[in-house]
């Protein structure tokens, strides 16, 4: 049964990336990419980790890619026309970013062993709250301070142009 | 997984998803013959199947059919898959949120008649809680899927290729995407409070111990007012101002995909109802009664105590629960036709200045009290 | 000296909305529940059915009283042709033969037509009939037709046309 909803949530995942980044239209591409989002949560559901899934879905599926929708709508960006062939520098770069990147995927596939982790069904959210107030303080109060940088500096920005 | 819990399981499925859509297509009357009494008018009465009117009832199934009669419009320049899939997309949150919703405590089929000792919520052979999905973090899904909804009222707007729709959307965007902090925030000092974030866990700590609302009454105006703006009614009707924008992001939808908008935003109206039950008035909760019978302790009698079979405490909740839902929606309608709309820039500050620092001090001052207390 | 707009000084209290709110939901729950259970303040009429008494002044389609005997009791003194601002009255006088009992009143109107389309129904053409010959006191309204001519209304249909009470004598005591 979980594996049933593995493959079907994962396939439709791939596909839907696949389309996210080929099709024409803006607006497909981020409908795509929200696809995306969901199947990844419901894997994530499956290993247990729940409040991941959650996060997942209230983070990107919920607000980034409403920002994205935003931003598609309001440059009102027409579909993609086929653009003039990309630099021979541009198309041999990124051919070895995606090999290396391939490669590194294969060796971490082939040499690491999988072991299906379970996370603790109960007390998911505790646990992580835990860590976060925990161990990982410093690294979390970090980060907020980066986003808290980030929001300022675009306020400093957007305040200039008046 | 035995099949007990499968049948169960997708027995309350659908109980709940009939009972849903009932109640949303309930809610066309409620709301059209509610507001017409608020304004002394009479509302739709004329519609008649033979002698019988029931009070302008019969007008739900004369809309549901002239709805599924009337022409499927769609613009000539408008993307026909995206303008499909926006109706589905804006009323799937509705739907899918209910499926954490605990209607009831556990209610265990082997011992209906006799006096349940273990407690509202307990395991057993035939017993299945009322409830279709125990999320380990039922809040967090709620919020989660209830964002998602703003990608339908977007996808709306940006596919039907009208310059109505697209501010409607423009605005509707916004205007969730502002409350929806809010919506969450207000309900961090419900999760400090409560320790939790099962929904079934909320109405029992609430169960065991006051309702929400006592503990968190700026909580749950907060929360009313961040939920009314996330269902777009009036004061917050902004994506759909007729008067300045026709109908916002469904102007170019008519037929079944109209209705889908329109009875997403009804049912929407109980979903909120169902949660501000469940966070701020006890659920399920009745006050006095236990799961095995009426506790009653004044000072001046002593403690009482009634035993009652398990049948008659499970019926009794779940009818607290329906009346608290009711009492709720009956509230947010009479908001609805009591106040006059927001201007745009009214309603951002209302969302940015008032109630977001305000959900914050909400938090910060549950946080001090709780850690006082322990 | 520039001009200072006043604003509404509100005290936190009014600003919080909420107590304005409940007020506010205080009058709309009054009306509610004083439609619902109370006495009914509806003020809707089911129109087709049931139809609100109109005023007794109420200038309605024209008609062209009669006399005793059943003739017009117009003279064609084309004073109501001349008073209409919408110039929708056309009148063909034509004159009694000697010897006809009605010989005194010299005229009578041989055509008398009203176009109902043109009227605007400003009653003038009743204020300037010497006679009381043309009355608006019928209650009725155009009724919709098929073709624009059948609402020129001719001096027969005129005639035949009764008041509110049914009745086509004039309605005026002093005339009779």
């Known amino acids: 049964m979980e594996l049933v909803v593995f493959y079907v949530a994962a396939a439709v995942a791939v596909v839907s990336a696949l389309v996210a980044v080929s099709h024409r239209s803006p607006v497909v591409n981020v409908l795509s990419l929200v696809v995306t989002f969901f199947c990844v949560a419901v894997n994530y559901a499956l290993l247990g980790a729940s409040f991941l899934a959650a996060a997942q879905i209230l983070v990107y599926a919920g607000a980034i890619m409403v920002l994205f929708l935003f931003v598609v709508m309001l440059l009102n960006a027409p579909s993609e026309q086929p653009t003039p062939e990309p630099r021979p520098v541009q198309r041999v770069a990124g051919l070895a970013l995606a090999a290396i990147t391939g490669a590194g995927a294969l060796f971490l596939l082939l040499a690491v062993r999988v072991t299906p982790g379970v996370a603790p069904i109960d007390g998911n959210a505790v646990a992580l709250g835990r860590l976060l107030v925990g161990p990982y303080l410093f690294a979390f109060e970090l980060i907020s301070v980066l986003l808290l940088a980030a929001l300022v500096g675009a306020l400093v920005l957007v305040k200039r142009k008046h | 997984m035995t099949t007990f819990f499968v049948v169960a399981t997708a027995a309350?499925?659908?109980?709940?998803?009939?009972?849903?859509?009932?109640?949303?297509?309930?809610?066309?009357?409620?709301?059209?013959?509610?507001?017409?009494?608020?304004?002394?008018?009479?509302?739709?009465?004329?519609?008649?199947?033979?002698?019988?009117?029931?009070?302008?009832?019969?007008?739900i199934a004369a809309d549901g059919l002239k709805m599924m009669i009337k022409e499927d419009f769609i613009p000539r320049r408008a993307d026909k898959l995206l303008h499909a899939l926006a109706p589905m997309l804006a009323i799937f949150p509705v739907l899918v949120t209910f499926a954490v919703v605990p209607f009831g405590p556990t209610i265990d089929f082997g011992h209906l008649g006799s006096v349940n000792h273990l407690g509202p919520l307990f395991e057993g052979?035939?017993?299945?809680?009322?409830?279709?999905?125990?999320?380990?973090?039922?809040?967090?899904?709620?919020?989660?899927i209830a964002g998602t909804g703003v990608v339908g009222a977007v996808i709306a707007g940006a596919a039907s290729d009208n310059r109505y729709s697209l501010l409607g959307s423009l605005r509707a965007a916004s205007q969730l995407v502002s409350y929806e902090v809010t919506l969450g925030l207000s309900l961090v000092g419900c999760v400090l409070v409560f320790g939790t974030l099962r929904l079934e866990d909320m109405v029992l700590w609430q169960h065991h111990h006051t309702w929400g609302v006592v503990v968190q009454p700026l909580g749950f105006v907060l929360f009313?007012?961040?939920a009314i703006a996330e269902s777009k009614r009036t004061p917050f009707d902004l994506?759909?101002?007729?008067?300045?924008?026709?109908?916002?992001?469904?102007?170019?939808?008519?037929?079944?995909?109209?209705?889908?908008?329109?009875?997403?935003e009804l049912m929407e109206i109980g979903v909120l109802a169902c949660f501000l039950a469940v966070f701020f008035f006890g659920g399920w909760d009745v006050p006095f009664l236990r799961a095995d019978g009426i506790h009653l302790s004044l000072p001046m009698l002593g403690a009482k105590f009634w035993a009652m079979p398990h049948w008659s405490v499970v019926l009794l909740q779940l009818g607290a629960f329906g009346l608290k839902v009711c009492g709720l929606i009956f509230l947010q309608m009479a908001i609805r036709w009591t106040l006059p709309r927001m201007r745009y820039d009214q309603l951002m500050e209302l969302g940015w200045k008032a109630i977001l620092p305000l959900s914050l001090a909400n938090v910060a001052v549950t946080a001090v009290v709780l850690h006082a207390l322990r | 000296m520039p001009y200072v707009v006043k604003r509404p000084e509100r005290d936190i209290w009014e600003q919080s909305y909420i107590p304005e709110t409940v007020?506010?939901?205080?009058?709309?729950?009054?009306?509610?529940?004083?439609?619902?259970?109370?006495?009914?303040?509806?003020?809707?009429?089911?129109?087709?059915?049931?139809q609100r008494p109109y005023p007794p002044r109420f200038r309605g389609l024209?008609?062209?009283?009669?006399?005793?005997?059943?003739?017009?009791?117009?003279?064609?003194?084309?004073?109501?042709?001349?008073?209409?601002?919408?110039?929708?009255?056309?009148?063909?006088?034509?004159?009694y033969p000697d010897g006809h009992p009605l010989a005194f009143v010299e005229k009578y109107p041989a055509e008398f037509w009203i176009d109902e389309l043109r009227c605007v129904f400003c009653g003038l053409c009743v204020e300037a009939c010497p006679c009381d010959a043309i009355r608006m006191d019928t209650g009725l309204h155009a009724r919709p037709v098929e073709a624009r001519p059948h609402l020129m209304y001719e001096r027969n249909l005129l005639l035949s046309i009764t008041d509110a009470k049914g009745d086509v004598l004039t309605a005026n005591p002093r005339k009779k």
């Not at chain 2, 499925?13 to 008018?41: K, N």
């Not at chain 2, 052979?125 to 989660?144: H, N």
Request: aromatic share 10%.
């Open chain 2, 239 to 264: 994506p759909e101002g007729e008067s300045e924008i026709v109908a916002g992001y469904f102007v170019e939808y008519s037929g079944m995909k109209f209705a889908a908008f329109y009875l997403g």
């Open chain 3, 23 to 50: 007020r506010g939901m205080g009058v709309t729950l009054r009306h509610f529940f004083r439609n619902v259970i109370g006495r009914r303040d509806t003020v809707t009429i089911l129109y087709p059915e049931v």
């Open chain 2, 125 to 144: 052979r035939w017993a299945t809680t009322l409830q279709v999905a125990q999320v380990d973090v039922g809040l967090l899904f709620v919020l989660a």
């Open chain 2, 12 to 59: 309350k499925l659908v109980l709940f998803l009939v009972g849903i859509i009932t109640c949303g297509a309930l809610m066309v009357w409620v709301e059209r013959r509610m507001s017409a009494m608020i304004q002394d008018r009479i509302g739709p009465v004329r519609a008649n199947a033979g002698p019988f009117r029931l009070w302008g009832l019969v007008h």
């Open chain 2, 224 to 226: 009313l007012a961040a």
């Open chain 3, 62 to 95: 024209h008609r062209l009283t009669q006399r005793d005997d059943g003739s017009p009791r117009c003279t064609a003194c084309m004073c109501c042709q001349t008073a209409c601002p919408a110039e929708c009255i056309h009148i063909v006088a034509g004159s």
